[in-house]
């Protein structure tokens, strides 16, 4: 039979496929429908999210549920109906309340993920259905997607605005109701849901298919979909002549191992009832190895003998991957991965400490075997057998009033719902018995002990311990010496990371296992101590200003359904041209090397290639160019000799995007390193071989006072302390991109995702050699830049526009994910050694450091960092202050400017020195920053005319205004108590001030009104999903409505901003450091004001000749008739003396880390800051929170490092962690301070895209002090790795480092202390 399936209810029959098509590309590549976004391919993000239906003939029912479409293959949707987001709602039928309700709450920003989420939640409404949908499920709906751009809050609201438990007060900021509305004018502003109107209805057309029994016509798509066992077992004995096999379930394994092989056939094996059955009676449950994890959560939930422990290990389970995953992820294919290719397994642990045992077909044979013994055979996969089902016993061991089973299961990783595999597992059951009343204490009768995912070859039974453990009176020392035994067995594989963590989080939930049994005595009961998440709530505090209406208000963001919907148009959604070809880099895996060939694996050319460009296709009258600043240029290509690992060596075109990539892994460099210098990899190899870049004097910043004298007067100091920073990858959820068509003489018109589309143009126009004005560059929007998508847009776009042009075809660049993050580079990792000095009461007099930047090979735009670091350093009074920066010129990565570029790394290095003074004095860290805030008279001492107007320094009153409001004193008393009351698990609270110095830019703009009065606005600026294009818009209406004719104060919605044409608008610059939106908004703002003046007479003669009221239609009429210039340009030129100002704000957090995982819980953050007279509270409110949350995960969790040859590490989702829903502070309160008049700002208001940023070190100064309790702690027993409060804390503090610092072997501290009787 053939392939058929419904889109949006839209029937699509397909003749032949190759199988291993994934149903991503079908829906991007075939079809209309382009909400799927590619943001990984490997399930991590969710940006891919489709919702699958399934007709049941049998029980004339629909299922329904979520599933990552870059995963699942397009041949095992046969038969069934997909939605996407705009299958939900769009631009024609009217958009889903899902679309509304997210655009209202302004959870959309750059808009990448949206659809993925609106997704999300409407699996979750369908599941719902007859069920009460609530609070925590809306919560959980999201958890495994990402968002970079809006720090989650935002998405939170909208989900949570369906659940019926809900109460609509504890909603954020949105524009459906303003604030003291009553709950009832709130509940019916919302958008209203209706399950009944708003649940897609499967299509009648594909109820009617006959049960596909035959499953696919095997010739054509190479695809087999047995239906029994002895079907299988026939095709397996086949396997031989058919050729290379795969059994596939839910293909997400895929998504880990990224199948280099190619299959000659598919096996689709959920069809078999055995496999996709699930059995349960009184000896327990079975599971076939087809069922999905989530069918299997449910079931275990459902069942109730033995519902203490499957109820655990269903709770366990829901920490799987995300929601998706399970959805489509079976038992089987998890197990199997775990046997045969060591996936670090959660489920096989979990199966382990219940004792379950498999089934398995060999041959003809059903082999039944316990899943120790499996995890033991030779791979699985080699040996073609086939597993059939799991089977788990009750564990319902007889319970009385002497004895008692426990289970628990543990994970610890760096998220904990939001899709991330774990560090180490583990699951343990115990038989225990009480003793007789006269001698205290539990026996263990029996115990299971399992552990995984650290590092061996599979999760294992700890069997030594459990038979020491075994008819044992547990006592500390008992518990001791099975530590010790333990340690023994969990031993990682050689190059597994952070291995003595694993080991030490095995130790520890051991320890927590037990533990509360030795201290619980007789007790047997009620030791589940096990803590549920807490809800996440929010609040703002926005004011919106109608003096410049309707600039002020809190507009929805222009095109935020549209984003829901998915009908946004990015780069990669504009419709493909049949000839259109496909790009991807060849990139260099040595730092300093000559280039001898660049060829392919065993010679072979690999389908579908088309060319391989290097600098040799370059046209002769053009340069080998790919980047270009003020400040420098960068190559396109490495020409003979390659200069950091990443650098790009070759383009490789071919047919389609698969092809291409698939060409670029297989390409072979070979290099040649004779007579080749030793490469410069770190800033210590670049000071020797004084291998600097220049940093011209303006860039440089001056030093303040006398640094001599301020050390003579410290009665303190602290001499050569040294801090380390490493880098942070952009992760905007939409990869690098660009199209590039070739046009009539010579010219070339490309679509680039960039921030900065005019030096695209100009790098596009020297490296082919031709005029500007043959090139033109457009970009509508970007799914997201924070800096990422300026310089490094550039070598992007020009390699496609090489390929355009030499090959005369259109030619696309789509970048993975691997090769995206191998050559984005991000923030500088840099070296700071320091000497402070200081009075005893705190008050610093002078600080001196040397700091070392590693800026890779290429300039960019590197040389601006010292001034960008030494803006926010300053932010304290140092006495003086001095310093040398080195710009290192290494052959590494390219750094480039990631959102606040230097400041975030000035702004810590200052907090970084003052917790150091304070520990030093032992004084409250607190006090000591209060001390050293500038006073206004030091404000101009560091910062000179930057320092605005005294009333402009609004900093000492944040600081003062949010101490009260987040009630900071009461806090940190409470902080004290709780860390006095708990051992395991200490709290840390801390307040950080920021300051962030911006400049305004020059920036150009144009403002047109058509013949029907409708306007059409150009800016330099680009929509990032910063909300510029939102600000320009109500800026346009506001100065246009001066015109004050009738209808002009609603202006708003009949302008429309469009995108950026670098021929229809030159000088567009970059859209960068904040201010862009500011400007672009001056911009027009002039533009409207020679409008107004132009109409001014036609409109004063209207009024007079009308001696009534004049339209804006009429006025714009008459205006067209006596063919007055209705259009505007101009170049917004700041003023020299005030285009650079300062901005504040300060950030409260609270933390609670746990010692025996490491693991950091942001309990609460509080932020206020100063946004000027905001021009959209909405727009900087997503801007404050999401650069929070990036900031977040900069201090806190991302790594994004390089191997000994500067070669990037990290490769995708499964290793860089973004933070998700359950990692932003859990209590987020944000307060935007309207601090009036500005005279200097643009309608006063002030920036707001990086500053907030900066806050987020309040949540890594907050974990040092947490654990510089625990710290303390472990002094007094007697144990102490490092001496005691003076420490540095690294960044990120990842759960690892935590831990570290915390005590790797704090359990075993404390047991000895308790055995020693302390
Ligand atoms: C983003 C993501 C996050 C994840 N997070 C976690 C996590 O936190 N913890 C965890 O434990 N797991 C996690 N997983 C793994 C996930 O559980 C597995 O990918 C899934 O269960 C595999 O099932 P599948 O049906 O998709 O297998 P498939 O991908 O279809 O198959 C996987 C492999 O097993 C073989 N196979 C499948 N079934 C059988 C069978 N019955 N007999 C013999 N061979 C078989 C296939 O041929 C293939 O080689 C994650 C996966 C992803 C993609
Ligand atoms: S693209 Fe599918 S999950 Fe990221
Ligand atoms: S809005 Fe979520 S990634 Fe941009």
Redesign the pocket.
Known sequence: MDLEFAVNGERFKIDSVDPSTTLLEFLRLNTPFKSVKLGCG???CGACLVMLSRYDQELDQVKECSINSC?TLLCSVNGCSITTSEGLGNTKKGFHPIHKRFAGFHASQCGFCTPGMCISLYSALSNADNKEFTVSEAEKSVAGNLCRCTGYRPIVDACKSFASDVDIEDLGFNSFWKKGDSKEVMLKSLPPYNPKEHLVTFPEFLKKIKKLHNGLDHSRYRWITPFSVAELHNILEDADSIGSL???????????YKDEERFDRYID?SQIPE?SMIKKDEKGIEIG??VT?SNAIDALKEESKSFYVFKKIAAHME???NHA?RN???I???L??AQSRK?P???TTLLLAVDASVYMLNGRKTEKMRLEEFLELPS??DSKR??LKVEIPSCTAACGDDTEFFFKSYRAAPRSIG?A?PYVNAAFFALVSRQEPSRKGVTVDKCFLAFGSYGGDHSIRAVEVESFLTGKLLSYSVLYEAVGLLKGIIVPEKDTPHPEYRKSLAVGFLFEFFYPLIESGHRLHNLDTGKSLPFLSSSQQVLESNEYQPVGEAVIKVGATLQASGEAVFVDDIPTLQDCLHGAFIYSTEPLAKIKSISFRENVTPTGVFAVLTFKDIPDQGQNIGSKTVLGTGPLFADELTRFAGQRIALVVADTQKHADKAATLAVVEYDTKNVEEPILTVEDAVKRSSFFEVLPMLYPESVGDVLKGMEEAERKIISAELRLGSQYFFYMEPQTALALPDEDNCVKVFSSSQAPEYVHAVIATCLGIQEHNVRVITRRVGGGFGGKAVKSMPVATACALGAFKLQRPVKMYMNRKTDMIMAGGRHPMKISYNVGFRSDGKLTALEFTMLIDAGFETDVSPILPRNIMGPLRKYDWGALSFDIKVCKTNCLSRTAMRAPGEVQGSYIAESIIENVASSLQMDVDAVRKINLHSYDSLRKFYKHIAGDPDEYTLPLLWDKLEKSSKYKERAEMVKEFNVCNVWRKRGISRVPILHQVMQRPTPGKVSILSDGSIVVEVGGIEIGQGLWTKVQQMVAYGLGMVKCEGSEKLLERIRVVQSDTLGMIQGGFTAGSTTSESSCEAVRLCCVTLVERLKPTMDQMMIEKLGSVTWNMLIQQAYAQTINLSASTMYKPEYSTMEYLNYGVGVSEVEVDIVTGKTEILQSDIIYDSGKSLNPAVDLGQIEGAFVQGLGFFMIEEYTTDEKGLVVQEGTWDYKIPTVDTIPKHFNVEILNSGHHKNRVLSSKASGEPPLLLAASVHCATRSAIREARKQSLSWNYNEGSGSDFELPVPATMPVVKSLCGLYSVEKYLQGKINGQ
């Open positions: 490997e399930g991590g995963l795969k059994l596939v379930v839910g293909n997400t394994g895929t998504g880990y094996i496999m190895a087809a994890i920490k799987i991957g995953i489509s992820g079976s089987g294919g998890n199997v991965m996936f397994s959660d489920i699985v996969l086939v597993l899709n595999l």
